[in-house]
Every structure is written in structure tokens, then in C-alpha cells.
């Protein structure tokens, strides 16, 4: 399985990287890690100008990134065209690794752009009740403010739900300044 550590739980420099983790970077120019990179562009829930989108994707590319983590993505019918441009945007541009944020289950149009989705990001509170409908074993699940002695659990409970990709942390994107390690970061695994 692979991890994804987003901008508030990036990893400590005691936990060994390997090939199956990717690090979200919250701007171009602050690569701390020489280790393969995603850059989030934010979409606002499809809010954004599909020009400012772009002008995004333009700046990660020549920042030398490996995809693209396209965080607040939006997961309605209405917002399927302009995210299918900007990933067919960024793999003209070479960008060819591209993850959706909606954070929820996906309109099923979305299943067709070749991207991976993480359809839970959230509290582990909230994920401990979630049943998953809508999802797809391989999608991503990133659970957050996990107590630390939990951390275990946490992972084994996605492993559990199928998840393909992400993270449990005992990190909080609230109350974590973006971009701070976060002390217990865990994959799934």
C-alpha cells in the first residue's frame, strides 16, 4: 500500500521512504526531500478558474514534481469536465500521477480520468463510523487526529476497508501549521 503524507503530517526524518510514498508539497520551491513529490493545488471545491488551475500546474511542473495531489476537489457530476482538463492538462505537461481530494465517494465519470481518488479524509471519529459506500478497494482514505496509542488500529482498519493509498496520523490539519512533521504519522500498510 502506498503513502501519502498531505502538507500537515509530513513525515519526520526518522521514518524511512521508500518507492510506494509520496509526499505532498504545499508549495513549489519548498522541497525539503529529495523524495518523490506531488504538488497540491488547492480547486476550492471547483471554484477556482480553470486559468488559475493551470497557471498551478504550469508552476509545479517547472518545480520538477513527480504529479499532481488535487486537494478540495470537487466530487458532483457538475465538476467531472474542468477536473478531466486539468488531468489531461498535466499529463500533456508530463504530470502523469495525478490524485483527487474530494475527501467523499466520487460521482462514478470521475472513475474514468485515470487518477486515483481519496474518497475519506477526515477524523478518525468519523472514520471509525464510515461504512465506505460509494468506494473502491485501492482508493485512499487519509485519517486524521488519531490518538497515538491508536495509530495500529487505525491502519489496520484501512487495510480492512481496502484502501490502496494513505495516512494515519495522529496529526490535526487544523491545529497544524502546514507543512509540520507530524509526530506519529503512520501508512497504511
Not at 519548498?30 to 477556482?48: A, E, F, M, P, Y
Request: net charge negative; proline share 8%; glycine share 14%.
Amino acid at each position: 500500500m502506498k503513502t501519502l503524507f498531505p502538507a500537515y503530517a509530513h513525515p519526520g526524518p526518522e521514518l524511512a521512504l521508500d518507492a510506494d510514498t509520496w509526499i505532498v508539497r504545499e508549495h513549489p520551491g519548498d522541497r525539503r526531500t529529495l523524495h518523490q513529490s506531488l504538488g497540491r493545488i488547492d480547486l476550492d471545491w471547483g471554484s477556482r478558474s480553470l486559468a488559475d488551475v493551470l497557471v498551478d500546474v504550469d508552476a509545479w511542473r517547472a518545480d520538477g514534481v513527480e504529479g499532481l495531489f488535487l486537494d478540495r476537489c470537487p466530487a458532483g457530476s457538475g465538476g467531472v469536465g474542468p477536473v478531466a482538463l486539468t488531468v489531461r492538462l498535466a499529463a500533456r505537461r508530463g504530470l502523469h500521477r495525478v490524485v483527487l481530494n474530494p475527501g467523499v465517494p466520487t460521482h462514478p465519470l470521475y472513475r474514468d480520468l485515470g487518477a486515483r481518488i481519496c474518497t475519506f479524509e477526515g477524523p478518525w471519529s468519523a472514520y471509525q463510523s464510515w461504512d465506505g459506500d460509494g468506494t473502491r478497494p485501492g482508493d485512499g482514505h487519509i485519517v486524521h487526529g488519531v490518538p497515538a496509542g491508536l495509530l495500529t488500529a487505525a491502519r489496520r482498519l484501512m487495510g480492512r476497508r481496502g484502501a490502496g493509498f494513505g495516512l494515519a496520523t495522529d496529526a490535526d490539519p487544523d491545529l497544524s501549521p502546514a507543512g509540520a512533521p507530524g509526530s506519529g504519522a503512520h501508512s497504511a500498510d
